[in-house]
């Protein structure tokens, strides 16, 4: 992908922002007075956004980050929190409530199943689920002052947002459970370690690496990712037996595209011109 179109989009609120840059549709969360905690408003903006970047062929690669100096610090406390708390209460109450944590907490499959890479970009704090949040890309660069806090225990809170499930994933259920339990920071370095963050970068270097990492994504062939992106979650699920097959027919579709045209061009004249 080679776009270079560079505009803003109107997500309908201020507590999200959104622009396209290269090939890269960014989406930043922008409360940076309540360290981007979660809003009503959010859980509309977002998953639109998603849904909008999916489907766009300008869209090679998505960025996920919060203004100043935290991701996002969770379900904001102080307004209720995303989870309203449940007292003693009927059946019915407590269905209905979850029903709306549940469709609050939808942008986390969004972003992991978005047929194209996504990227968090972390420059400080990600609590609670705004952890949720960033563990559901499929890639994650932290500033040096970031850090992970699950949040949820200190509050009573089982947690929400997937937390639990995309944190077993990646570091295994032994280890995901002490996290969990222990509800202690995890610091950048400790979190590039367990494989929670792919890239550790200087807080003032964050921005820049980010939008860099993520426009040559971009600038990579889409289909062919979205392919890789669905072998590694068969991966997940399937047993090897089960996953050749539907990962050989990616690769027969990925043959027939004109990024593989393009790219095996691009790979003859590269060999020809180391032979002459």
């Not at 622009?19 to 903006?45: C, F």
């Not at 942008?107 to 949040?133: E, F, N, Q």
């Amino acid at each position: 992908m080679t776009l270079a179109q560079q505009y803003r989009l109107d997500t309908g609120t201020d507590t999200v922002l959104a622009e396209v840059s290269g090939g890269v549709g960014i989406i930043t969360l922008n409360r940076p007075e309540r360290r981007n905690a979660l809003h009503a408003d959010m859980y509309e903006a977002v998953p639109r956004l998603l849904d909008r970047f999916a489907t766009d062929d300008g869209v090679g690669c998505v960025l996920i980050t919060g203004a100043g100096d935290a991701f996002c610090a969770g379900g904001d406390v102080r307004d209720g929190g995303s989870s309203n708390v449940v007292a003693d209460t009927g059946d019915e109450e407590i269905a209905a409530r979850t029903a709306i944590l549940a469709d609050n907490a939808r942008m986390v499959p969004l972003i992991y199943d978005l047929p194209k890479v996504t990227i968090a970009a972390l420059p400080g704090a990600a609590v609670g689920a705004g952890m949720s949040i960033a563990l559901a890309a499929d890639l994650r660069i932290a500033a040096r002052s970031a850090r992970f806090i699950p949040g949820w225990s200190r509050l009573a809170f089982s947690g929400d947002f997937g937390g639990s499930w995309l944190l077993t994933q990646l570091v295994g259920p032994s280890r995901a459970l002490e996290l969990l339990v222990a509800d202690r920071p995890v610091g950048a370095d400790e979190l590039e370690r367990l494989g929670l963050v792919n890239r550790v970068v200087d807080d003032t270097e964050l921005a820049t690496a980010a939008r860099a990492w993520a426009a040559a994504v971009a600038a990579g062939p889409s289909s062919a990712f979205a392919g890789t992106k669905a072998n590694i979650r068969d991966a997940l699920r399937l047993s090897l037996q089960e996953a050749i097959p539907p990962e050989s027919e990616r690769m027969v579709r990925s043959a027939l595209t004109q990024e593989h045209r393009d790219a095996v061009r691009a790979w003859l004249a590269a060999a020809k011109k180391r032979r002459s």
